[in-house]
């Protein structure tokens, strides 16, 4: 406590009378009493006087304290001085500190279902039970409706029919296009090894015949030179005479088998002739192979349908019933949508922002979610690329909103379909910042500026620049530094060169 304020209660005491002087007023207006009434009010005299001292000793008790143990832990512990400082400067200037600085945007939104599944019937079938209602809880698993197993019966047996009768029908004009398939193809095979084996006969006559007609004319030669007399020429021509005759043989012999091999490849080609109409009907049979698959696959399909039906429709994830259209008793059509569900690990808040946070919002941005009093994590799932003159409410608001979709990092059971939520966007945050108060920045054609108590206590000008902004402090990059002492509540008599004589405020002690 200052001085005045001492000397201004000091001075209030002695204008105050004292506890005798109160004590005589009373006695005054007092009826006269008896000698034992005297005593007794006597002693309550005294017993008032030592409790005033009594009371006069515990409050200089509670200051001593204060001064000897309070005071110290406030300087040892570096409490908020500013605060102390301010009870000096009427709360008006504030101490450049270092602390961490975090920027977020705040809006507000609904909370959705970002993954939506409908779930439809594999078949035609009366439904015999609904296990669920809108907005229902259910598990991965959970059955959800259950048909009437004898109508699933039916459908199965009467798609087995119609496919055994479709694929007899088929195979009976299949058959024979089989069959000539495979005839075609063996002719042509061993046409093509009959070929192989009559060219090579061929050469080798050729060859052998090339032979022959050599030896000819060797004999020829022989033969004159004999007639002339050359008993060696003769002898030559009657060795190569017996020699031609072994080769004619072997000629005669690679003929009948040409002949024969001829006769084979001539049988062949004329399968193959008989058989290559078979390509007239190629589309029939490629027709009738498709048949029989889509018969299969309508059976294969109805076998699945029923097994699954069978089943009853089941969750295929821990989800929220968001619609139920299936009722007890009616007959669903394959296709058929009758639930539609959220799935429960997929869920976000969708939210708006005015556009001057274009700049600012993105998609995978980290962000915090407030919903009935819990806090989630999570982060922008999506932007549309659509503005919107309308917030959420569908409220006009004259300007254009970008629409976004957070995705919750791990919802849980407390969370609503439909209900209010508050998001923070986190923009950005530095550590060991230098920070101001917002109401310490002014602005001018200039830039952004602070007013500086220098040591004289004259009001300087500092151009400062900005980073993130919190929701009562501005980070300052430029301009300042720790410790440096600003004016926080400017007025308009506070200008650059002005002397800055703080106000004692005896209300800010007392906070």
Known sequence: MSEVNIKEVENKEK????????????????????????????????????????????????LIVCLVVVLPYVLTKNLDMNKLVGALAGDSTYTVIKSDIKQEIVTTGSVVGVDEKAYTSPVTAKIAEVRVKQGQLVKKGDILLVYDESDLGDNLDKVKLRARSEKASNNSAYDNVREAKEKLASAKTKAKRLKAQVKTLKADLEKMNDELSDQQKKLEEYQTKAAAGDPKAKKKAEELSEKMKKLNKKIATKNEKYTELQSDLAKEEGIISANEDVKISNSSRVQIEVANEMTDRDVEDAEKSYNEAKAGIVAEFDGIISNVSAMVGSYASEGQTLFTAIDSKKIGVRFTVSEDSLGVVNEGQKARVVIGGNTYSGKVDSISRIASESNLLGKDTGNGNIVGTLLLDDPDDNIYIGVSAKAYLFIGEAKDALVIPYDALCSDVDGDYVLEIDPQNILQRKDVKLGLASDDYYEVTEGLKEGDKIIKSITKDMKPGAPFTPEISTANMKQ
Request: glycine residues 12%; hydrophobic residues 40%; charged residues 35%.
């Open 15 to 62: 204008e105050q009378p004292g506890v005798n002087e109160q004590v005589g007023v009373v006695k005054k207006a007092e009826p006269r009493l008896g000698k034992k009434k005297r005593a007794r009010a006597k002693n309550g005299e005294k017993k008032k006087g030592a409790n005033g001292c009594l009371l006069l000793f515990i409050l200089a008790v509670i």
